[in-house]
Nanobody
Framework: ERLVESGGGSVQSGGSLRLSCAAS????????VGWFRQAPGKEREKISC????????YFSNSVKGRSTIVRDNAKNTVYLQMTSLKPEDTGLYYC???????????????????WGQGTLVNVSS
């Protein structure tokens, strides 16, 4: 399985971005999808995920209240919409698959597979 992230870019503080995680050779709806962020000089962290069960989502405290995650099954894509961006949101954003039908929030980062190559977000103050 291969995932491709897109939608990153450079924005000013307070701006918004919609990141996409697309699959082309398998049905993304059959998997949980996680979004992860690696800020410069920091470890990669899990910031959001969406389960196979509709409405079951997770957000880390760092993005909670400023982000939404949704599936578009017709486009075989998961979107992470981020608003009120801050300079500390700068980093490389990855998506990955969670092979579970349980809540995606229960999956540790190491249990995610098929990582994409990432999309870069740069938020300037």
């Amino acid at each position: 399985e291969r995932l491709v992230e897109s939608g990153g870019g450079s924005v000013q503080s307070g701006g918004s971005l919609r990141l996409s995680c697309a699959a082309s050779d398998f049905n993304l709806a059959n998997y949980a999808v996680g979004w992860f962020r690696q800020a410069p000089g920091k470890e990669r962290e899990k910031i959001s995920c969406i389960s196979t069960s509709e409405g079951d989502t997770y957000f880390s405290n760092s993005v909670k209240g400023r982000s939404t995650i949704v599936r578009d099954n017709a486009k075989n894509t998961v979107y992470l919409q981020m608003t009120s961006l801050k300079p500390e949101d700068t980093g490389l954003y990855y998506c990955a698959l969670g092979r579970t039908y349980h809540s995606c929030s229960t999956l540790a980062q190491r249990e995610y597979v098929s990582w994409g190559q990432g999309t870069l977000v740069n938020v300037s103050s």
